[in-house]
Structures are given as structure tokens and as C-alpha cells.
Nanobody
């Protein structure tokens, strides 16, 4: 079992920045992939960015060039630096962790609101 807790969400004006953090704990097994997803009101949850255990990163086209995902394996942390935020980035942001043996876990989410 893995517990994930996101933090760093909040209210920011368009053009501003936020840094989300996700702390993972509780697993005796190593975490492989980690990622960030988001869900806006009335919309399906969508993938935002991912990072493998080896540090390879990938981004949704909508955030490429504005968001940066990183991780600290020693601390079991993953981060999402969000710059040049837009009102359409408003959503609940979720952290996801996938163990090497395949199980996936989600955090409860953190709200990001971007005002115009």
C-alpha cells in the first residue's frame, strides 16, 4: 500500500506560478513511474505529465513548455512546477504512483485555481 499526499495548490492569477508536491509513503516496494493528472469541473481526468524511475519525462501538449515534472527518489517525492498559468489550468491535480510490480495508487488531489 502507498499513501500519496499532494500539496501546493491554491489560487493564483493568470501568468503566475505554483509548485505542487506529492509525498509517497508506506510502500516496501519501489515506485517506478510517477505522474500528475488533473480534472476540471465537468470534465474527465486527464494526464498532465509523467516521469519514469530513470527520470525520463513526458508532457501533455497543453502544458509542454510551461510545466516541469521532477522527482527526488531518495525522498519519494514528485513535483510539478507550473509556470505561465492559464485559467484553463484550473482543476484538481492528482498525483499517481505506479510500483515496479504494477500496482497504481492515487492521492486525494489538490485544487489549483487560476483567475483571469
Amino acid at each position: 500500500q502507498v499513501q500519496l499526499v499532494e500539496s501546493g495548490g491554491g489560487l493564483v492569477q493568470a501568468g503566475g506560478s505554483l509548485r505542487l508536491s506529492c509525498a509517497a509513503s508506506g510502500s516496501r516496494f519501489s515506485i517506478n513511474d510517477m505522474g500528475w493528472y488533473r480534472q476540471a469541473p465537468g470534465k474527465q481526468r486527464e494526464w498532465v505529465a509523467g516521469i519514469t524511475g530513470g527520470g525520463y519525462t513526458n508532457y501533455a501538449n497543453s502544458v509542454k513548455g510551461r510545466f516541469t515534472i521532477s522527482r527526488d527518489n531518495a525522498k519519494n517525492m514528485v513535483y510539478l512546477q507550473m509556470n505561465s498559468l492559464k485559467p484553463e489550468d484550473t482543476a484538481v491535480y492528482y498525483c499517481k504512483a505506479v510500483l515496479y510490480r504494477g500496482e497504481a495508487f492515487w492521492g486525494p488531489g489538490t485544487q489549483v485555481t487560476v483567475s483571469s
